[in-house]
């Protein structure tokens, strides 16, 4: 299936102020655009493009005082199959495990691994080591935060996301990866694209959605304890420890957020016939960082 993605944002700035933003897709599935994710500004600013220390393509760039609106869309390629499930994943031993996967064992800003260990070993210590335990922390989380878009706040950590016992989709993730983590389980925190494919659609206005992946059995899988339910269509953008590490944008400054329109859509199979093209692309960043301009669509 072919999905269509992108963004239409908009930042009020005071004064001229260094912002970055974690608004591409993640390099992991560069393979799988159909169309450039050509990222348009509104004045036309010079941008630079770099890799953070988790992997993740950051564009910076130096805001000017006024009003920048930033745009992109684009269409991915994907599978149209739904996350994988395997619940014969086992926990890796903690000597065994990679050394880049170790820090994702470690508590960090929202994740305060600290204040939730005890109650990680009391509620999930005799369940089935494995797939089974992580199941079972998201199970708990899917049941224990009620949802709610007016209680969001970019402050809550998971040990206040339960206590609290509401939130938005950074909180499910954030809870589950500090429980996970509590029980020496590497978890990491990720976001990105996931439309409303293949289950009802919501009436709330399409945002990007958190999860979170577990490393089972050597390698990393998806788990989502908003929904809890394996998902068709998840493009992700960023992975981190937590939230702080994958924010969509960062001001080093006074930034206003204005505008927010994201798009997640399935697209009929003759619409990405005309959303295709021929030839080639390449993702990168040329003529001394601008971006490339916008290739004609067929």
């Not at 992109?72 to 994907?78: L, P, S």
């Not at 009391?122 to 199941?135: I, K, L, N, S």
């Not at 589950?176 to 289950?199: E, F, H, K, Q």
Request: a negative charge.
């Amino acid at each position: 299936m072919k999905i269509r993605c992108g963004y239409d944002l908009s930042y009020y700035c005071p004064q001229a102020v260094p912002m970055q933003f974690l608004l591409s897709v993640h390099p992991s599935r560069e393979r799988d655009l159909v169309t450039p994710q050509v990222m348009r500004t509104d004045p036309h600013l010079p941008t630079r493009i770099v890799l953070d220390h988790f992997g993740n393509r950051l564009t910076r760039m130096m805001v000017p005082p006024g009003e920048i609106r930033l745009s992109a869309d684009f269409v991915v390629e994907d599978s149209g199959l739904p996350d994988e499930v395997n619940w014969d994943a086992q926990e890796v031993p903690i000597d065994r495990l990679p050394d880049d996967v170790l820090i994702f064992l470690m508590g960090s800003r929202y994740a305060d691994t600290d204040l939730l260990s005890d109650i990680a070993w009391q509620m999930f210590g005799g369940t089935p080591r494995g797939w089974a335990r992580v199941q079972a922390i998201v199970d708990y989380v899917h049941d224990r935060i009620r949802f709610d878009y007016q209680m969001a706040r970019n402050t809550r950590t998971a040990s206040e996301g339960h206590r609290e016992q509401v939130g938005v989709c950074r909180d499910f993730a954030h809870l589950a990866v500090s429980l996970c983590r509590c029980m020496n389980i590497p978890a990491r925190y990720c976001t990105g694209y996931l439309g409303d494919i293949g289950v009802p659609k919501v009436p709330d206005p399409m945002d990007w959605s958190a999860w979170f992946e577990v490393y089972l059995s050597g390698r990393w899988y998806t788990f989502d304890a908003r929904h809890n339910k394996p998902r068709i269509g998840r493009i992700v953008m960023a992975r981190g420890r937590d939230a702080t590490d994958v924010a969509i944008s960062t001001a080093f400054g006074s930034a206003i957020l204005g505008r927010f329109d994201v798009i997640t859509d399935e697209l009929p199979e003759e619409t990405s016939h005309r959303h295709s093209y021929s030839g080639q692309f390449s993702s990168s960043l040329m003529d001394g960082g601008q971006p490339m301009p916008a290739l004609s669509r067929g």
